[in-house]
């Protein structure tokens, strides 16, 4: 297996609600990876985890919350957003951090209302 | 800190054209990696290759080739008989080693290639 895999692939959300991206790998990797990415814009890195553990937070808002409940996933729970949080979430994973390949997930379409 | 600069914001070529789309990196590392992503309208991000800093050697598998010049800090990606299938968006990133950039894969604004059949 050499995907990552991102659901959903579409959420629409109110700017009251709680929802999750999920996102999951098995190939070994053990860092792990969030990209936020708007329109005709690159990606922009928001956490960094390795071996589980946060190890990079890019000065992203609480709103947005990552948690590493094991090696394979990866979730980012999402809570009061605002409409300028609608983008495309990216997630992705490596061997190790600042490794030489990263796998990229085909990403999470958030459009929030 | 380092930087991606991909000076070209649009190309639009005819069918069997050959396109170059440019890439500048900025990094105080001697260690690091250069890669270039093909991002279809779907979203996901299509890796394409993979250089690191002590290889120059230049690559071509395909249609593509790259050419990689540490001494004018460039990597640049060439499509020879460019396709309506290569329209996409390309990515130039890089990763590197050192200090505050550890870790993180830095890209450039991106080149949105557009054939025309």
């Known amino acids: 297996d050499t995907e990552v895999t991102q659901t959903p692939k579409h959420l629409v959300m109110g700017m009251t609600n709680k929802k999750s991206l999920k996102c999951e790998q098995h190939?070994?990797?053990?860092?792990m990876y969030w990209y936020k990415q708007k329109a005709k814009k690159p990606p922009e890195l928001m956490f960094v985890?390795?071996?589980?553990?946060?190890?990079i937070n890019e000065s992203v808002p609480s709103r947005f919350s990552p948690e590493c409940p094991n090696s394979s996933l990866l979730n980012l729970h999402l809570h009061a957003l605002q409409p300028e949080d609608s983008a495309l979430y990216l997630c992705?994973?490596?061997?190790?951090?600042?490794?030489?390949?990263?796998?990229f997930g085909s990403g999470t379409r958030l459009t929030v209302v | 800190a380092q930087k991606v600069t991909q000076a070209q914001t649009e190309i639009s070529v005819v069918e069997k054209e050959d396109v170059t789309l440019d890439c500048v990196y900025e990094?105080?590392?001697?260690?690091?990696?250069l890669f270039w992503y093909k991002q279809p309208p779907s979203g996901e991000l299509v890796f394409l290759i993979r250089?690191?800093?002590?290889?120059?050697q230049n690559e071509i598998s395909g249609r593509y080739s790259w050419n990689f010049q540490k001494s004018t800090s460039s990597f640049n990606f060439t499509i020879t008989a460019s396709q309506v299938v290569d329209s996409a968006v390309y990515f130039c990133?890089?990763?590197?080693?050192?200090?505050?950039?550890?870790?993180?894969?830095?890209f450039g604004q991106g080149t949105i290639l557009t054939v025309h059949p």
């Open positions: 992705a994973s490596s061997q190790a951090v600042a490794s030489y390949g990263y796998t």
């Open positions: 190939m070994g990797h053990r860092a």
């Open positions: 985890y390795s071996y589980e553990k946060l190890s």
């Open positions: 990094t105080r590392d001697t260690t690091y990696y």
């Open positions: 250089r690191n800093s002590f290889d120059e």
């Open positions: 990133a890089l990763s590197s080693f050192g200090g505050t950039s550890y870790g993180k894969l830095t």
